[in-house]
């Protein structure tokens, strides 16, 4: 089967919520609660995801400049998420997939501040970004949104160009 739209982002929210709560007061809770996720009551699978987790964490903690490691897990959490809900029957599927939006809520609850990386050449930011363009200039970028987005009219005011 083929993962909705909806599915795929579910999966990179949860790839993002594991990268980001290593080192912050959420990392117990969406470490123990992925490993299960994974493990879906097996104890063996349990004790491979968690050492996997750990895993992450050393390797994004050990490092000066994370930002490599923390895009090739962040791939990594999402491509194993992906490959999980694909595997799920229909029945078992909206049951996951809450699961999986509790520890993405979760990771986003607890993690605060600290939890945010914009990466190489990035803009974190809480609260409102203008980017201009003028004369004639274009300007823009990457948006990944939690919430929602308002566009102005960039020409409010003045003449729109020939």
């Known amino acids: 089967m083929m ?14 919520a ?23 009551g097996d104890a063996e699978r ?6 996997r987790l750990e895993e992450t964490a050393r390797d994004l903690s050990d490092r000066a400049d994370a930002s490599t490691a923390l895009v ?10 992906e490959m999980l809900l694909d595997s799920l029957s229909d029945a078992e599927l909206p049951v996951f997939a ?8 979760l990771a986003g609850e ?10 190489d050449h ?16 274009l300007a823009g970028g990457v948006v990944a949104v939690e919430g929602g987005v308002s566009l102005a009219d960039p020409f409010e005011g003045r003449s729109r160009p020939q």
Request: hydrophobic content about 45%; proline content about 0%; overall charge neutral.
């Open 72 to 81: 090739r897990w962040e791939s990594s959490w999402r491509a194993r998420w």
């Open 3 to 16: 993962l909705s739209e909806s599915l795929v982002a579910l999966a990179a929210a949860g790839g993002t």
């Open 18 to 40: 594991v990268v980001q709560a290593v080192g912050t007061d959420a990392w117990a809770a969406v470490r123990d609660r992925t490993a299960g996720l994974f493990a879906r």
């Open 46 to 51: 349990h004790t491979t995801e968690l050492a």
């Open 98 to 105: 809450d699961g999986l939006t509790q520890l993405v809520s």
């Open 122 to 137: 990035g803009l974190a930011v809480s609260g409102d970004v203008s980017i201009r363009a003028e004369s004639g200039s």
């Open 110 to 119: 607890r993690a605060g501040s600290t939890s945010i990386c914009a990466g």
